[in-house]
């Protein structure tokens, strides 16, 4: 249940803060005074969306909190709980919504995604907007109205997650029989590949060192030239090596070691040199050998790197990937070798799935033909006390076939009314007049809310259309549905305003300067005037008042 809104900067309201109870609430006011304003307000806070002209000019932000009590509802405690956000059976939700346009949305003080808020609000509260009406004659609204009146969200989503599967599984298979068409002309061009690449036979790492070997083999005198001075210095210059210099060095610093037991590390240094300087001798004669090994080599190096040049031009890529193509290539061969292997499981897979979907789409439809039934046996019932007295309203679900398959299932259905006696049903966008259609879109929003287990219902204005005896009647039947759940209903009708627990009055205040919005409370005195006023209009007589305060007693009496 919806305990209570706050909200700063947005529109022409600075600030409102509400406080709700349980049973029928009307929000009434003038013409203009903004009586849709706290909807719009809690449609934001709920995740609608919503951009910078939210925000109340010369505003930075505009902000929006709702507060409700979930100790009741164990789907949206599962909810908070599956997502961490829960909170001892609260619910506090908070949005900002930037002068820039960005948003930012909070559960309990945590901060989550739009996506997030919107979830949680389709446990919350269910709004029925005064346009309502305008869209009851789509299909796919006929159809979402009847899976919210059974109950069949859980039905519904398993038979979308089947059509999922099976118009994937559908598309792999139709991609997969593209191929089929190229597929000998590639397995061809394939093996061709793959048997030059295997004769090449290129290495991980091969390209990279072969680049290196060539850029020695290219300045192969150059350095022998280098190795060989390096050579003499070490260990071949007669006239004195750095061999024979650090072994006069060591024998020196050993014998003076006798004398002072200090210099004996030091002599442990100069042994160790002249190790060192063997290991660098002995490397560079090697070094030198290698550069004279095999005078052909450079002729070879220079020809396997224009030949792995050449793979990887043909190929798009470069040398140092052609093991990677070599691979990617042969896997590509083997799946195209099995491809009427996989062809076979992808058919067995989709009939499989398709059996899967026609199953849940036949379990969803047997479901909604019973709801159907009911649906339009309390519609019809409600119809009596709307002015149309023995018109009929019925809803056909008529079976799809299977190459008709849908996300939604194997249904077509179309919502069919008489409003009149002894005249056929048919279709509701053709035989409705506006007003009958509004009445229509009333009692099938009150009915399909009857099948909701959604605890706050909101209806803005979808009582339009309507008057006199009927008026009381709608307002009869929110009341109705303000005796098992919360009920907030914005009107113009004072019928229905004399029929609500209780009652706020929207108003727009100004100093000139500023515009702003305010919601107040009214006592019993006071929805009195405000009755005279739906009543009356500008000049409010005694009579009128006398009039409004017997509704309110009546009505009193009525939910008593």
């Not at 989503?157 to 599967?165: N, P, S, T, V, W």
Request: net charge negative.
């Amino acid at each position: 249940m919806l305990i209570a809104l706050n909200v700063r900067d947005f529109a022409i309201v600075d600030r409102i803060e509400v406080e709700f109870g349980s049973g029928m609430t009307v929000l009434t006011g003038e013409t203009g005074a903004g009586k849709s304003i706290l909807i719009d307000a809690l449609a934001l806070a709920l995740g609608e969306r919503g951009g910078s002209k939210a925000v109340r000019p010369d505003a930075r932000r505009a902000e929006f909190s709702a507060e409700f009590d979930v100790s009741r509802l164990a789907e949206a405690r599962a909810w908070l709980e599956d997502n961490e956000l829960d909170a001892d059976g609260g619910c506090l939700i908070r949005r900002v919504i930037g002068a820039d346009g960005r948003s930012r949305a909070f559960i309990n003080g945590n901060a989550v995604t739009m996506q997030q808020l919107k979830t949680l609000g389709d446990f919350l509260v269910d709004i029925h907007g005064q346009h309502f009406h305008q869209s009851l004659t789509r299909r796919d609204v006929q159809r979402e109205l009847l899976d919210h009146f059974g109950g069949l969200a859980a039905e519904v989503g398993e038979c979308r997650e089947r059509h999922a599967c099976y118009r994937q599984l559908a598309d792999e298979l139709e991609s997969a029989a593209s191929r089929e068409a190229d597929r000998a002309s590639r397995i061809d061009l394939l093996t061709f590949q793959l048997d030059e690449l295997r004769q090449l036979a290129p290495d991980a790492g091969e390209f990279a060192e072969l680049g290196s070997e060539q850029q020695r083999l290219r300045n192969s005198g150059r350095l022998a030239d280098g190795a060989r001075r390096a050579m003499a210095a070490v260990s071949e210059n007669d006239a004195g090596n750095a061999i024979a210099l650090v072994a006069e060095a060591q024998k020196a610093v050993e014998a003076m070691a006798e004398l002072d037991e200090s210099l004996g590390e030091i002599a442990g240094y100069l042994d160790a040199a002249g190790i060192q300087l063997d290991e660098a001798g002995a490397g560079l004669a090697r070094y030198v050998g290698s550069l004279d090994a095999d005078p052909g080599r450079q002729a070879w190096v220079e020809d396997r790197l224009a030949d792995l040049k050449a793979a990887a031009r043909k190929h798009r890529t470069e040398p140092e990937a052609l093991p990677d193509v070599l691979e990617q290539l042969a896997r590509e061969l083997d799946e195209l070798g099995n491809a009427a292997e996989r062809g076979r499981e992808l058919e067995a897979m989709l009939d499989a799935a398709r059996d899967a979907y026609v199953e849940a789409a036949k379990k969803l439809s047997a479901k909604r033909q019973k709801a159907a039934a009911r649906f339009g046996a309390d519609v019809s019932d409600a119809m009596q006390g709307l002015g149309m007295t023995g018109g009929r309203f019925e809803i056909r679900v008529a079976a799809l076939a299977p190459e008709q398959a849908r996300a939604s299932g194997l249904d077509d259905i179309e919502f069919l009314i008489s409003a009149n006696p002894g005249q056929p049903t048919a279709p509701l966008s053709k035989v409705a007049s506006g007003g009958e259609l509004s009445r229509m879109s009333l009692a099938i929003q009150v009915i399909a809310s009857d099948g909701s287990r959604i605890p706050t219902m909101i209806f803005d204005e979808v009582d339009s259309g309507v008057g006199g005896g009927v008026a009381e009647m709608v307002g009869r039947r929110l009341a109705d549905l303000g005796q098992s759940r919360q009920v907030l209903c914005v009107t113009h009708l004072p019928q229905v305003a004399a029929l609500a627990d209780r009652h706020f009055r929207i108003a727009k205040v100004t100093d000139g300067k500023a515009t702003r919005t305010t919601a107040a409370e009214l006592s019993h005195d006071e929805r009195i005037d405000e009755v005279a006023r739906m009543l009356g209009g500008v000049d409010i007589t005694a009579t009128t008042r006398e009039h409004a305060a017997e509704m309110l007693a009546r009505s009193g009496r009525k939910r008593a």
